[in-house]
């Protein structure tokens, strides 16, 4: 199985920096059933049952059913048989359908065996086990073939019978042609002979062949006698018989199995249906994955939250745990601090949950994500002829939509300081006033004094030097709007992070000093 | 399993009538070499052709011989058969089908070199040591792969008109070729992966460029070749040797062109245009097992334009008594 992403639903460049293709390709089993899979972005009503349904599966396996790994195995012998479907429902099935039906209906026996008590199916298989005995009484073993009946079997007979008396006959013909004038009229044919062949003119008088002349050459066919042309005649009058009993029994097959298609119609679905979420509960206990648990507030807590490309790539990787809440939360902190990465991990982890995936996280609760947006950073866009203020102006026209998750990157970092920070400062405020779930990073010191916004800010890595570097995302910590000692040190953060970097003493000296001066120098803050 | 395929020169050289020929002659055999299965690259057997409409011979399928076909071909054979196996293929399912009597079938297989060995793989799972025969095309290139093809014959059309004879020359001419020494293959072996497309060795054994391209739209092959033309010694090509590239590479008298395989030569487009004055030595790396050539001929064209090499034998089956043709 390879399971594809709805492209639609996420733009395509975030979903290919943030790894989604690898992300699927944990899931990628060999499963003929279910070849291919395109996961899509869920309403909240089909979105939580279906994470409900899987937690349902889920805990019935753990209590008395078969391993996962091995029902994902046993699934394996199950064919994909979609297309003969619409054949079924139109009483049109060919021999080599029946096969096919014959070898899912069989297969599923043994898989719904192997299931037992412990885990059946929402759905009864009635209708597999009339396919089952329908096809055992038509086909032959393994529903290689129409079973014999003793018609077609004294048809059989008779049509050897003349077979052996047609190839007598023709190498009596053929030998009488021989004789007569020294040819062998072996296949292919017609024979070819030249013009000038003194043979021609023999054959010619011999009325048991047929001459032609094509392009400069003779062609010699055969002139067979009625007797032989009778017998040809009779194997073909007996093999349209054997066709047309066939075709009867063929079409008498179908009316017998019409009657149970719709049943197995919706079987078919449903056990398509529960295969893929064996594949999907497989996929979470080899990985130690988590499915997320539902609240009716908008609150979106995350522990242990992995970006799995991050962490492939990352030599200290730290998961993320984060708790927001209704309306704006802020992430505040200095450049590099990893504000960015706690966006994307969010919006990650967002639409694995629309699109009904297991998390790479410890554990997540959050309100379902009717819609999640985000905007990154960008210098505008020449197809839209959007600045880059434009363009984030643009992408809040379409993202106040009840339920929705909105993620921010830089807010209003587009335009001039001034009015960057009155433009942030109001859509926060706005977004205070709405029951969607809000989260935003920014520079802008204004933010911190919006009583309504929860307020973040990065903790920078330990150990010093630009280790911090490789430990991404940072750690997230919540701080007081109202704490002036919080709004300096987030800051001069950024002077901080400067000290970390090679530059010139002289520099290095203007930045401590000015730490010292907002009394962040290095007896108090290192 | 021995495989076995069979390409054709020219639209009616008799392809199909050699295929069915050989077929009957192996299948009288049966009990020696195990059971005949009989597939084909695309669709073959068609009652008449799709492109001017002529009648064309029908495939026979022995009974109790194994074929591999589309689903498509096989509504009108209703009980004639039992299925064995479904092979999945890239766009559509084939059955592997014994029948169960003698039939006249549509023969469809697998298109690409991938299909082909998953293919055989199934095939000699389910029918053990049974004999394979491809009904094949110049033109997929796979056909030539040692792995695909045991051996193969020939259907030529012979007639007095040019392209007929520049068609039959172009299938014939590799035949010719010597196949790489023991060094080249170790070389080219040292450096080419399976996709590369040309690769470019130079006298001590160092490979100076390998590329991916495709080597008659590569003009970066061009240059290089023109920049080494000095110490270039060994022109690796897995991509036709086309009349355009034939016509650079023709001055290069000190190196040695080595196809990957026969169904690479391609030297001219037409008889108008024939490839004079190339100097490279060319030489196989899969040497080419041609069982015989079977040759068709219309009007009273001259035999020797097909200038088969003496090695292999040559049957015209619509002229020759059938019964002394040694296969």
Same mark, same amino acid.
């Given at each position: 199985m390879k399971?594809?992403?709805?492209?639609?639903?996420?733009? %395509?460049?975030?979903?290919?920096?943030?790894?989604?293709?690898e992300f699927l390709e944990l899931f990628d089993t060999d499963m003929p059933l279910l070849p291919v899979k395109t996961v899509r972005f869920c309403e909240p009503e089909s979105g939580r049952r279906r994470y409900a349904d899987l937690e349902k599966l889920e805990q019935r396996l753990d209590r008395a059913g078969p391993p996962v790994e091995r029902l994902v195995s046993k699934s394996r012998g199950l064919p994909k048989i979609d297309e003969i479907l619409p054949f079924l429902t139109n009483r049109t099935l060919?021999?080599?359908?029946?096969? *096919?039906?014959?070898?899912?209906?069989? #297969?599923?026996?043994?898989? /719904?065996?192997?299931?037992?008590?412990?885990?059946?199916?929402?759905?009864?298989?009635?209708?597999?086990?009339?396919?089952?005995?329908?096809?055992?009484?038509?086909?032959?073993?393994?529903?290689?073939?129409? &079973?014999?009946?003793? #018609?077609?079997?004294?048809?059989?007979?008779?049509?050897?019978?003349?077979? /052996?008396?047609?190839?007598?006959?023709?190498?009596?013909?053929?030998?009488?042609?021989?004789?007569?004038?020294?040819?062998?009229?072996?296949?292919?044919?017609?024979?070819?002979?030249?013009?000038?062949?003194?043979? +021609?003119?023999?054959? %010619?008088?011999?009325?048991?062949?047929?001459?032609?002349?094509?392009?400069?050459?003779?062609?010699?066919?055969?002139?067979?006698?009625?007797?032989?042309?009778? *017998?040809?005649? /009779?194997?073909?009058?007996?093999e349209s018989r054997i066709s047309g009993i066939m075709e009867t029994r063929?079409?008498?097959?179908?009316?017998? *199995?019409?009657?149970?298609? %719709?049943?197995?119609?919706?079987?078919? &679905?449903?056990?398509?249906?529960?295969?893929?979420?064996?594949?999907?509960?497989?996929?979470?206990?080899?990985?130690?994955?988590?499915?997320? &648990?539902?609240?009716?507030?908008?609150?979106?807590?995350?522990?242990?939250?992995?970006?799995?490309?991050?962490?492939?790539?990352?030599?200290?990787?730290i998961p993320l745990d984060i708790r927001l809440e209704q309306g704006a939360n802020v992430i505040f902190g200095a450049n590099m601090t990893g504000k960015t990465t706690v966006l994307k991990t969010l919006y990650f982890h967002l639409t694995a949950v629309g699109m009904g995936l297991p998390l790479p996280a410890a554990a997540v609760a959050l309100r379902y994500p009717k819609h999640v947006r985000i905007h990154l950073k960008t210098s505008g866009d020449i197809q839209t002829g959007l600045s880059g203020l434009g363009?984030? *102006?643009?992408?809040?026209?379409?993202?106040?939509?009840?339920?929705?998750?909105?993620?921010? !990157?830089?807010?209003?970092?587009?335009?001039?300081?001034?009015?960057?920070?009155?433009?942030?400062?109001?859509?926060?405020?706005?977004?205070?006033?709405? !029951?969607?779930?809000?989260?935003?990073?920014?520079?802008?010191?204004?933010? +911190?004094?919006?009583?309504?916004?929860?307020?973040?800010?990065?903790?920078?890595?330990?150990?010093?030097?630009?280790?911090?570097?490789?430990?991404?995302?940072?750690?997230?910590?919540?701080?007081?709007?109202?704490?002036?000692?919080d709004k300096i040190d987030a800051l001069v953060s950024p002077l901080r992070i400067a000290l970390q970097y090679a530059l010139p003493d002289s520099l290095k000296q203007r930045i401590e000093h000015y730490r010292e001066r907002m009394g962040h120098g290095k007896d108090t803050s290192e | 399993m021995e495989t076995l395929s069979f390409i054709g020169s020219d639209k009616n050289a008799g392809k199909t009538t050699v295929l069915n020929f050989i077929y009957d002659r192996?299948? =009288?055999?049966?009990?020696?070499?195990?059971?005949?299965?009989?597939?084909?690259?695309?669709?073959?057997?068609?009652?008449?052709?799709?492109?001017?409409?002529?009648?064309?011979?029908?495939?026979?399928?022995?009974?109790?011989?194994?074929?591999?076909?589309?689903?498509?071909?096989?509504?009108?054979?209703?009980?004639?058969?039992?299925?064995?196996?479904?092979?999945?293929?890239?766009?559509?399912?084939?059955?592997?089908?014994?029948? =169960?009597?003698?039939?006249?079938?549509?023969?469809?297989?697998?298109?690409?070199?991938?299909?082909?060995?998953?293919?055989?793989?199934?095939l000699a799972d389910l029918a053990g040591d049974c004999r394979l025969l491809i009904d094949g095309s110049i033109d997929r290139r796979f056909i030539a792969r040692p792995e695909i093809s045991d051996g193969f014959y020939f259907a030529l059309l012979i007639t007095r008109r040019k392209t007929h004879i520049q068609k039959a020359a172009r299938l014939l001419a590799p035949l010719r070729f010597p196949s790489a020494s023991k060094a080249e293959i170790e070389l080219i072996g040292k450096y080419v992966d399976g996709s590369d497309k040309s690769v470019l060795i130079d006298r001590e054994g160092e490979a100076i460029r390998r590329s991916r391209a495709v080597p008659a739209l590569d003009s970066d092959l061009e240059t290089a070749c023109l920049k080494h033309r000095s110490d270039a010694r060994l022109l690796y090509l897995n991509g036709a040797l086309t009349q355009k590239l034939s016509r650079f590479l023709s001055p290069f008298r000190n190196l040695t062109v080595v196809l990957d395989n026969f169904t690479l030569h391609r030297p001219a487009a037409s008889v108008d245009a024939p490839m004079t004055g190339f100097t490279p030595a060319v030489k196989l790396l899969t040497p080419v097992s041609v069982r015989a050539v079977f040759i068709k001929v219309e009007d009273r064209a001259d035999l020797r334009t097909a200038a088969v090499p003496e090695n292999i034998p040559v049957y015209n089956l619509f002229r020759e008594c059938p019964d002394e043709i040694g296969i």
């Open positions: 399971l594809e992403f709805d492209r639609s639903a996420a733009p %395509e460049s975030v979903t290919a920096e943030l790894g989604f293709d060919e021999q080599y359908h029946l096969h *096919l039906l014959g070898r899912f209906v069989r #297969e599923d026996q043994r898989l /719904r065996e192997f299931e037992g008590p412990g885990a059946p199916l929402d759905c009864s298989g009635e209708s597999c086990d009339t396919i089952l005995n329908l096809l055992s009484q038509h086909m032959t073993e393994n529903f290689s073939g129409l &079973k014999s009946d003793p #018609e077609t079997d004294a048809l059989r007979r008779e049509i050897e019978t003349l077979d /052996r008396k047609t190839a007598d006959a023709l190498t009596a013909f053929e030998q009488d042609i021989y004789s007569r004038t020294g040819l062998k009229m072996t296949y292919p044919y017609p024979r070819e002979i030249m013009p000038d062949d003194p043979a +021609l003119s023999i054959a %010619e008088a011999c009325d048991l062949l047929t001459c032609a002349y094509r392009n400069e050459i003779v062609r010699i066919g055969y002139n067979p006698p009625d007797a032989i042309r009778n *017998l040809i005649a /009779r194997k073909q009058k007996l063929l079409q008498r097959v179908n009316m017998e *199995l019409s009657a149970c298609a %719709e049943g197995f119609i919706n079987y078919y &679905k449903k056990r398509k249906t529960r295969v893929y979420r064996y594949v999907l509960l497989d996929v979470k206990k080899r990985n130690g994955f988590c499915f997320p &648990k539902f609240t009716d507030a908008a609150v979106c807590e995350f522990r242990g939250a992995e970006l799995p490309v991050l962490k492939k790539n990352a030599k200290h990787y363009t984030e *102006l643009a992408f809040f026209e379409n993202a106040f939509e009840p339920f929705s998750y909105v993620l921010a !990157d830089e807010l209003f970092q587009s335009t001039n300081p001034v009015g960057g920070a009155a433009l942030a400062g109001l859509v926060v405020e706005e977004y205070g006033r709405t !029951d969607a779930l809000f989260c935003c990073t920014c520079h802008y010191p204004q933010v +911190l004094d919006i009583k309504s916004a929860a307020l973040f800010r990065m903790r920078e890595g330990e150990g010093g030097g630009r280790r911090f570097l490789e430990n991404r995302p940072y750690r997230v910590e919540r701080i007081r709007g109202d704490c002036e000692d | 192996i299948a =009288r055999l049966q009990d020696k070499g195990g059971p005949v299965c009989v597939t084909s690259i695309g669709i073959n057997g068609e009652h008449a052709d799709a492109y001017d409409g002529k009648p064309k011979p029908a495939i026979r399928i022995r009974e109790g011989g194994l074929f591999v076909t589309g689903c498509a071909h096989l509504k009108q054979h209703t009980g004639e058969y039992d299925i064995i196996g479904v092979f999945r293929g890239r766009d559509k399912p084939f059955i592997i089908g014994k029948c =169960r009597r003698s039939v006249e079938m549509v023969i469809e297989g697998p298109n690409t070199g991938d299909e082909m060995r998953r293919l055989k793989t199934m």
